[in-house]
C-alpha cells in the first residue's frame, strides 16, 4: 500500500466510489446527451444520496452540519468524484471553508448554515471582461453608503449563477480608510439591480452556467460585507489555494478511470488480428499515464496532509499550486492519449474519454491558469530555493 490510508480514510473512499460508480456514471451520456440535465427525480435522488452518505458539505465541521472530514478524507471523495463527467460530481458539495471564520451571526443564520445544509447554494463573481489572472485589476466598485454599500461592475464566467440564491461578489472600495483595496459582499440574487447578460455556451455539457452579470446600483446592507474592508483578496486566496488542491483531486480521479477505460477498451480491440493492447505503442501511452498519475497522487495526498498538519501558508501556496499545474496537465496528457487509443470512439461524444478531453481543458485555465501556477512556484524558488519548495 503506497498511500498508508487508514481504514477510515479507506472506508470513506470506498463510500465515494460506490456512490460515483452505481449512481452518477450511469447518467453521463444521458447529461451530456440533454444539455448537461438529468430527469428532476434522478437528480433529487442524487442529492437525497450525497445527505445519506454524509456528502453534503464535506468541508465543513460537524458541529455546523458538515461532513467534519479530514483534508486528505475530502481529496479521497473530490477524487471518486473526478472519475465521473459533466460535472455530476458536484452534487458533492463544498461551500466556502473559510466563511464561518469569519461570518456574522446573521450571515451564519442566513447564508452558511443553509448553504451547509444544501437548502441554499451560492456562486463567486471575481473575473471580469478586464480581470482575469490579475485579480487586482478588476473594476468593479462598491461605496459605502450610510449603514449600506452600493455595488457596481461587470462579472464573467460566474460558475452556477443559474442555480445559485446568491453570489459572492469581489469589488474595490471606492472611498474611507481602504480605498482601493478588495471586498468581498454577499448579494443575494433577487437584489434589485443584479442582472443576467447573457449565458454564453461553453466547450463543456454542464448544467452548470456560466453567465455574465451586471451589478448595476446594488444596495446591500453593511451586513453584508464579509469580514472587515480590505480583506477580499485573502478570502480569495484562500479559496484558490483549497479549490487548487481539489482541482488536484478531481484530476487523479480523471485521469485513473481514462486508464482502466483505455486499457479496457485495448485488451479488446482487435486491429490487424491481435489485441490493441499487445502493441507496444499503445503499452507505452499506458505507461507513461499510470507513471504521472502515480507522481501526481503522491503529490496532491502529500499536499492534504500537510494541510491536516498545518504546514506554513507560504509552504502550502507554492505545494498547491505545484499540485494544481502538475495534476492538471496530467490530466490532460492522459485524455489526449486515451481518445487517441479509443481512435474514431474518442471522437465521439458518447465516449469517456471525449467529454474528458473537454471537460478537463478548464482544470488548466480556472483557479489561475497553468502559466499564473507558474509564476507562484518561481517566485518560491527565487525567495526558498530548491529545498524550500521541493525539500
Ligand atoms: C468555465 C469557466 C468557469 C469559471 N468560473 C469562474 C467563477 O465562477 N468565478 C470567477 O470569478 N471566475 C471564473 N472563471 C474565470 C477564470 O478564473 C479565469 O478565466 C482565469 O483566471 C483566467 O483569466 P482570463 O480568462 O481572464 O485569462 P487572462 O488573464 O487574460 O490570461 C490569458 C492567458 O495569458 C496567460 N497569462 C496570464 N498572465 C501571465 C503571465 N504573467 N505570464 C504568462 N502568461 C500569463 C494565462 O495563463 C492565460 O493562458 C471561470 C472560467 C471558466 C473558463
Same mark, same amino acid.
Given at each position: 500500500?503506497?498511500? $498508508?490510508?487508514?481504514?477510515?480514510?479507506?472506508?470513506?473512499?470506498?463510500?465515494?466510489?460506490?456512490?460515483?460508480?452505481?449512481?452518477?456514471?450511469?447518467?453521463?451520456?444521458?447529461?451530456?446527451?440533454?444539455? *448537461?440535465?438529468?430527469?428532476?427525480?434522478?437528480?433529487?435522488?442524487?442529492?437525497?444520496?450525497?445527505?445519506?452518505?454524509?456528502?453534503?458539505?464535506?468541508?465543513?465541521?460537524?458541529?455546523? @452540519?458538515?461532513?467534519? /472530514?479530514?483534508?486528505?478524507?475530502?481529496?479521497?471523495?473530490?477524487?471518486?468524484? *473526478?472519475?465521473?463527467?459533466?460535472?455530476?460530481?458536484?452534487?458533492?458539495?463544498?461551500?466556502?471553508?473559510?466563511?464561518?471564520?469569519?461570518?456574522?451571526?446573521?450571515?451564519?443564520?442566513? /447564508?452558511?448554515?443553509?448553504?451547509?445544509?444544501?437548502?441554499?447554494? $451560492?456562486?463567486?463573481?471575481?473575473?471580469? $471582461? *478586464?480581470?482575469?489572472?490579475?485579480?487586482?485589476?478588476?473594476?468593479?466598485?462598491?461605496?459605502?453608503? @450610510?449603514?449600506?454599500?452600493?455595488?457596481?461592475?461587470?462579472?464573467?464566467?460566474?460558475?452556477?449563477?443559474? +442555480?445559485?440564491?446568491?453570489?459572492?461578489?469581489?469589488?474595490?472600495?471606492?472611498?474611507?480608510?481602504?480605498? @482601493?483595496?478588495?471586498?468581498?459582499?454577499?448579494?443575494?440574487?433577487?437584489?434589485? =439591480?443584479?442582472?443576467?447578460?447573457?449565458?454564453?455556451? /461553453?466547450?463543456?455539457?454542464?448544467?452548470?452556467?456560466?453567465?455574465?452579470?451586471?451589478?448595476?446600483?446594488?444596495?446591500?446592507?453593511?451586513?453584508?460585507?464579509?469580514?472587515?474592508? =480590505?480583506?477580499?483578496?485573502?478570502?480569495?486566496?484562500?479559496?484558490?489555494?483549497?479549490?487548487?488542491?481539489?482541482?488536484?483531486?478531481?484530476?487523479?480521479?480523471?485521469?485513473?478511470?481514462?486508464?482502466?477505460?483505455?486499457?479496457?477498451?485495448?485488451?479488446?480491440?482487435?486491429?490487424?488480428?491481435?489485441? +490493441?493492447?499487445?502493441?507496444?505503442?499503445?503499452?507505452?501511452?499506458?505507461?507513461?499515464?499510470?507513471?504521472?498519475?502515480?507522481?501526481?497522487?503522491?503529490?496532491?495526498?502529500?499536499?492534504?496532509?500537510?494541510?491536516?498538519?498545518?504546514?506554513?501558508?507560504?509552504?502550502?501556496?507554492?505545494?498547491?499550486?505545484?499540485?494544481?499545474? /502538475?495534476?492538471?496537465?496530467?490530466?490532460?496528457?492522459?485524455?489526449?492519449?486515451?481518445?487517441?487509443?479509443?481512435?474514431?470512439?474518442?471522437?465521439?461524444?458518447?465516449?469517456?474519454?471525449?467529454?474528458?478531453?473537454?471537460?478537463?481543458?478548464?482544470?488548466?485555465?480556472?483557479? @489561475?491558469?497553468?502559466?499564473?501556477?507558474?509564476?507562484?512556484?518561481?517566485?518560491?524558488?527565487?525567495?526558498?530555493?530548491?529545498?524550500?519548495?521541493?525539500?
Amino acid at each position: 500500500m503506497t498511500h $498508508e490510508l487508514s481504514p477510515p480514510d479507506l472506508e470513506i473512499q470506498e463510500r465515494a466510489r460506490r456512490f460515483v460508480d452505481e449512481e452518477l456514471i450511469p447518467w453521463e451520456v444521458h447529461a451530456e446527451m440533454n444539455g *448537461g440535465e438529468l430527469p428532476p427525480e434522478v437528480g433529487r435522488r442524487h442529492e437525497d444520496e450525497v445527505r445519506r452518505l454524509g456528502f453534503l458539505a464535506i468541508n465543513q465541521p460537524t458541529e455546523l @452540519g458538515g461532513g467534519g /472530514y479530514s483534508v486528505l478524507q475530502q481529496v479521497l471523495i473530490q477524487e471518486q468524484t *473526478g472519475r465521473v463527467t459533466n460535472a455530476l460530481g458536484w452534487v458533492v458539495s463544498t461551500p466556502a471553508g473559510w466563511l464561518p471564520a469569519v461570518a456574522t451571526p446573521y450571515q451564519m443564520e442566513h /447564508y452558511v448554515l443553509p448553504t451547509i445544509a444544501g437548502d441554499k447554494h $451560492e456562486c463567486y463573481a471575481i473575473t471580469e $471582461e *478586464g480581470a482575469g489572472s490579475d485579480v487586482d485589476a478588476i473594476a468593479a466598485t462598491a461605496r459605502r453608503d @450610510g449603514d449600506a454599500y452600493i455595488l457596481n461592475g461587470e462579472k464573467w464566467h460566474v460558475t452556477s449563477a443559474n +442555480l445559485a440564491d446568491y453570489v459572492f461578489f469581489q469589488a474595490k472600495l471606492t472611498d474611507g480608510p481602504h480605498a @482601493g483595496s478588495h471586498a468581498l459582499f454577499i448579494v443575494d440574487m433577487e437584489t434589485p =439591480g443584479v442582472r443576467h447578460i447573457r449565458t454564453p455556451a /461553453y466547450t463543456h455539457t454542464f448544467a452548470h452556467h456560466h453567465w455574465e452579470m451586471a451589478f448595476e446600483d446594488v444596495r446591500v446592507p453593511a451586513t453584508h460585507l464579509v469580514g472587515a474592508e =480590505g480583506d477580499g483578496m485573502a478570502f480569495t486566496y484562500e479559496w484558490f489555494r483549497y479549490e487548487r488542491l481539489m482541482i488536484a483531486a478531481r484530476c487523479l480521479g480523471a485521469a485513473e478511470r481514462l486508464i482502466e477505460e483505455a486499457q479496457s477498451f485495448a485488451s479488446q480491440r482487435l486491429v490487424f488480428g491481435e489485441p +490493441l493492447i499487445d502493441r507496444q505503442a499503445i503499452q507505452f501511452m499506458l505507461a507513461d499515464s499510470v507513471t504521472e498519475l502515480w507522481a501526481a497522487r503522491l503529490m496532491t495526498y502529500q499536499t492534504a496532509r500537510e494541510v491536516d498538519a498545518g504546514t506554513d501558508l507560504k509552504t502550502l501556496h507554492a505545494h498547491c499550486s505545484m499540485i494544481k499545474l /502538475y495534476a492538471s496537465e496530467m490530466a490532460n496528457r492522459v485524455a489526449d492519449r486515451a481518445v487517441q487509443i479509443f481512435g474514431g470512439r474518442g471522437y465521439m461524444r458518447e465516449n469517456v474519454a471525449e467529454r474528458f478531453a473537454r471537460e478537463l481543458r478548464v482544470d488548466r485555465i480556472w483557479e @489561475g491558469a497553468s502559466e499564473v501556477q507558474r509564476v507562484i512556484i518561481a517566485d518560491q524558488l527565487g525567495k526558498r530555493g530548491v529545498r524550500g519548495v521541493a525539500g
